[in-house]
């Protein structure tokens, strides 16, 4: 009798159906994709520190508003002009004049002025250096308003940025959960995956996050070259010198010149509105706009230390790694929902 042939021993492991290889569908790169992903919002979230740069966003950007308006620094550029043309009319009008009508040499009042008045000589003659210094700081405050306007929407106008370092955590813990769950459950797992792809990529463009970020790192890169303790302590430094001639020149000078010329302050004031109209509205309009410029200095002095936190990180670059994850997420959850309905079709068919 013709002995029976033997069949190796892995020649008889069971048949693998097509549903099952169906579950062959990339979903461990996948699983492994969603938990790198995961695991790099995590890391990105605590190393680039947005949990103290998201306050301090948010406080720089509060503080920053009511002085970043179109209005506010069309004001400021107003205040400016008006004491550049009051400095200039003190010092080639109004002091000759005044000279004249005291019967002495514009020297000789000169003289009397730095004696008597050094508050006042001092402001004067830092008028024609502080003014141009204050214009370049609002000129380049105005160019900044679109950046700003867009870098104070992130995420949205009406929730603020400290959302974001939590949402990119919340997002990372997520995604390494989904990526658990995907490399154990393969079973429909796809569309998860696809859907958690989606996801990534549509909330930060319809957001616009792309445009927000890139537009905020170029304000911070453009306000770096001046915004530091140099600008604050110099523009602190010259609204002391103003506010202390404005008011010498208020509580002291003004009296004196009324009673040296012989006039009641009305009288004064009157010869002064006349005859040195610039320097009269400068005077009027002093306190006022020392006040607003006082305003722009301390957001400038009270946020530095969150202008510091926030400059380092780069936002653009985390927004499109979100998006280019998504991307790899979407065309991978989309080849395992195709691979799987392939095989479930033949399946049925076979």
């Known amino acids: 009798m013709a002995a029976t042939p033997t069949v190796p021993a892995h020649l008889h492991r069971p048949a693998i159906s097509r549903q099952q290889l169906a579950f062959g569908w990339p979903h461990r790169v996948a699983a492994g994709l969603l938990v790198l992903v995961g695991a790099t919002f995590v890391a990105v979230t605590l190393a680039a520190n947005l949990f103290q740069v998201g306050p301090a966003f948010d406080r720089l950007t509060d503080d920053f508003r009511p002085i970043m308006s179109q209005k506010a ?189 012989g006039m009641s302050p009305e009288q004064l004031n009157s010869f002064f509105a006349e005859n040195f109209p610039a320097t009269t509205a400068a005077l009027a309009e002093l306190p006022a706009s020392l006040g607003r410029f006082q305003g722009l200095v301390a957001a400038f002095d009270q946020r530095l230390d969150d202008y510091e936190t926030m400059e380092p990180v780069s936002f653009e670059p985390i927004v499109w790694f979100m998006i280019g994850g998504g991307a790899a997420l979407f065309l991978l959850g989309g080849a395992g929902i195709v691979i799987t309905r392939r095989a479930g079709r033949d399946g049925r068919t076979a």
Do not use: C
């Open 73 to 261: 620094l069309q004001t400021d550029q107003q205040d400016i002009d008006t004491l550049a043309a009051a400095g200039a009319e003190i010092q080639t009008e109004m002091l000759p004049a005044l000279a004249q009508q005291l019967g002495v040499t514009p020297e000789q009042f000169s003289t009397t002025m730095a004696a008597q008045y050094p508050d006042v000589t001092a402001g004067l003659a830092a008028v024609p250096q502080i003014t141009p210094s204050f214009t370049s700081l609002v000129t380049m405050l105005d160019e900044q308003r679109p950046y700003f306007a867009a870098a104070d929407a992130i995420p949205t106008e009406s929730v603020p940025a400290t959302s974001v370092p939590w949402s990119l955590f919340a997002v990372g813990l997520l995604s390494v959960g989904l990526g658990a769950w995907v490399w154990f459950r393969p079973r429909g797992s796809a569309i998860a995956v696809t859907v958690a792809g989606a996801l990534l990529i549509a909330v930060p463009l319809a957001l616009n996050m792309p445009h927000k970020a890139s537009y905020a790192d170029t304000m911070n890169a453009n306000l770096k070259p001046v915004y530091n303790q140099q600008l604050i302590t110099q523009a602190s430094g010259s609204l002391t010198t103003l506010t202390a001639m404005g008011t010498q020149m208020q509580q002291e000078m003004m009296p004196d010149l009324a009673a040296q010329l």
